[in-house]
């Protein structure tokens, strides 16, 4: 199957696909994710600088998962950075100011 065709059977089913971006040969590909890949309520992106940032980003896009299964963390999203990708890129991810706050 098609990555449209998925994703748009995703966001019909309301599944939640999460994204972490590695922004290493393609500095773009986080972009590419919010518009082309994540969907479902509170979908969000997370960009790793390169392979060497990997261990952040998986932190910090496990953390939001984790947060939001507890129900610590409601799906509303910023409006800076709603769901389905279709405005700019978060200055700063949601899950980044929650682990600053704990």
Do not use: H
């Amino acid at each position: 199957m098609a990555l449209p065709e998925a994703t748009r059977r995703a966001r019909r089913r309301y599944i939640v696909v999460n994204g972490l971006a590695i922004n290493s040969d393609r500095a773009d590909l986080d972009d590419y994710y919010r518009r082309k890949v994540i969907s479902g309520p509170g979908a969000f992106v997370i960009a790793a600088g390169g392979y060497d940032d990997f261990a952040r980003a998986i932190k910090e896009k496990l953390l939001g998962e984790i947060l939001v299964l507890t129900g610590e963390r409601g799906v509303r999203r910023p409006a800076s950075c709603p769901a389905f990708g279709s405005a700019p890129a978060c200055a700063r991810s949601s899950t980044e100011r929650l682990a600053q706050q704990r």
